[in-house]
């Protein structure tokens, strides 16, 4: 229907303040949606971050701390799982795994190990009755020197590169290093390594034999899988009979003990060495005895030629076969 002005309403102009309201309306909603989208990002990147810097099993009412600027100190007052509280003015409490030069390293002080409370003297080679002993050599005999006396057998012996043949004895003196008594619980034999006899000639130290010993015996056979320092009888001062006696013993400095030590072997090149197990006041503790840092070594002379220093066809002093 046209008006007076001849405009028909289809196409009559909106009202200035209509247009207005709905630009308006448009805008609003425009700043909402943009309002509305930067929250949602904010509140998950600053869920991202949290959970970024929030160490597993801490809680995360801690982030405002986390935020707070470093101390002078140069240390961070955020806090770490485990962690003392930091001290805005100390700039924290370091761990003795990170010093500061506020807080210097803690070190530990370890008490040290106690002393072994007994005193070992230990010769690896003791002849039985002052002559019962053989070493192999891997030499012919007129280039083996005469046997040595039995106290510079040890020397003899280094000089030859000799080993001892079928067996070893150990002679161990024992005693303790003040007037409180040591108990001595057990003997133990540990094997090293075994292997074939080494080759050369046995040579015998027959030629003078001594008197008799009287300490506590002991014999192993090292050719077993686990052997063990079985007690032997032994004879006293007087020549008589003694009987094995059986662990534990007691030492002091003024009651020491002597060990006497017989490992055989017929089958191998043995190296071994020896553990006893003390105890006093309260403390345990075991002892390595070997030879001078190193194992025992026995090898078998089964089956090797074996000689003898005595007097030959010519009647010279010399080493001479066995016959039998």
């Given at each position: 229907?046209?008006?007076?002005?001849?405009?028909?309403s289809?196409?009559?102009?909106r009202?200035?303040?209509?247009?207005?309201?709905s630009?308006?309306?448009?805008?609003?909603?425009?700043?909402?949606?943009?309002?509305?989208?930067?929250?949602?990002?904010?509140?998950?990147?600053?869920?991202?971050?949290?959970?970024?810097?929030?160490?597993?099993?801490?809680?995360?009412?801690?982030?405002?701390?986390?935020r707070?600027?470093?101390?002078?100190?140069?240390?961070?007052?955020?806090?770490?799982?485990?962690?003392?509280?930091?001290?805005?003015?100390?700039?924290?409490?370091?761990?003795?795994?990170?010093?500061?030069?506020?807080?210097?390293?803690?070190?530990?002080?370890?008490?040290?190990?106690?002393?072994?409370?007994?005193?070992?003297?230990?010769?690896?080679?003791?002849?039985?009755?002052g002559?019962?002993?053989?070493?192999v050599?891997?030499?012919?005999?007129?280039?083996?020197?005469?046997?040595?006396?039995?106290?510079?057998?040890?020397?003899?012996?280094?000089?030859?590169?000799?080993?001892?043949?079928?067996?070893?004895?150990?002679?161990?003196s024992?005693?303790?290093?003040?007037?409180?008594a040591?108990?001595?619980?057990?003997?133990?034999?540990?094997?090293?390594?075994?292997?074939?006899?080494?080759?050369?000639?046995?040579?015998?130290?027959?030629?003078?034999?001594?008197?008799?010993?009287?300490?506590?015996?002991?014999?192993?056979?090292?050719?077993?899988?686990?052997?063990?320092?079985?007690?032997?009888?032994?004879t006293?001062?007087?020549?008589?009979?003694?009987?094995?006696?059986?662990?534990?013993?007691?030492?002091?400095?003024?009651?020491p003990?002597?060990?006497l030590?017989?490992?055989?072997?017929?089958?191998?090149?043995?190296?071994?060495?020896?553990?006893?197990?003390?105890?006093?006041?309260?403390?345990?503790?075991t002892?390595?005895?070997?030879?001078?840092?190193?194992p025992?070594?026995?090898?078998?002379?089964?089956?090797?030629?074996?000689?003898?220093?005595?007097?030959?066809?010519?009647?010279?002093?010399?080493?001479?076969?066995?016959?039998s």
């Amino acid at each position: 229907m046209a008006g007076g002005n001849g405009v028909t309403s289809a196409h009559r102009p909106r009202p200035w303040f209509r247009r207005r309201r709905s630009l308006l309306g448009a805008a609003v909603v425009t700043v909402l949606v943009a309002t509305l989208g930067t929250v949602s990002a904010l509140s998950q990147d600053g869920a991202r971050d949290r959970s970024a810097r929030t160490p597993s099993g801490t809680s995360r009412t801690t982030e405002a701390g986390a935020r707070r600027a470093p101390s002078a100190g140069g240390a961070s007052s955020s806090p770490s799982p485990g962690a003392g509280s930091a001290s805005p003015s100390t700039g924290g409490t370091a761990s003795p795994t990170s010093p500061t030069q506020d807080a210097p390293p803690v070190k530990d002080k370890a008490p040290a190990p106690a002393a072994v409370p007994l005193a070992l003297t230990v010769d690896s080679h003791v002849w039985q009755g002052g002559c019962g002993q053989n070493y192999v050599i891997d030499k012919a005999p007129d280039e083996v020197p005469p046997p040595p006396v039995p106290q510079d057998a040890a020397v003899w012996a280094a000089t030859q590169n000799a080993v001892q043949g079928r067996q070893s004895t150990v002679e161990i003196s024992v005693q303790g290093k003040s007037s409180t008594a040591v108990v001595l619980n057990a003997l133990r034999v540990r094997i090293v390594g075994r292997g074939n006899p080494v080759p050369g000639t046995a040579y015998s130290m027959d030629e003078g034999c001594g008197g008799g010993l009287t300490p506590r015996s002991f014999a192993v056979n090292l050719d077993v899988n686990r052997p063990i320092a079985h007690p032997m009888p032994g004879t006293n001062d007087g020549g008589k009979p003694a009987p094995a006696v059986q662990f534990p013993y007691r030492v002091s400095a003024q009651d020491p003990e002597v060990l006497l030590v017989t490992a055989t072997t017929e089958t191998y090149d043995a190296s071994w060495y020896l553990e006893l197990d003390w105890s006093s006041q309260g403390r345990t503790g075991t002892v390595r005895i070997d030879d001078h840092g190193h194992p025992f070594r026995t090898s078998s002379i089964k089956g090797r030629p074996r000689y003898w220093y005595g007097t030959n066809d010519a009647g010279e002093r010399a080493w001479v076969p066995y016959t039998s």
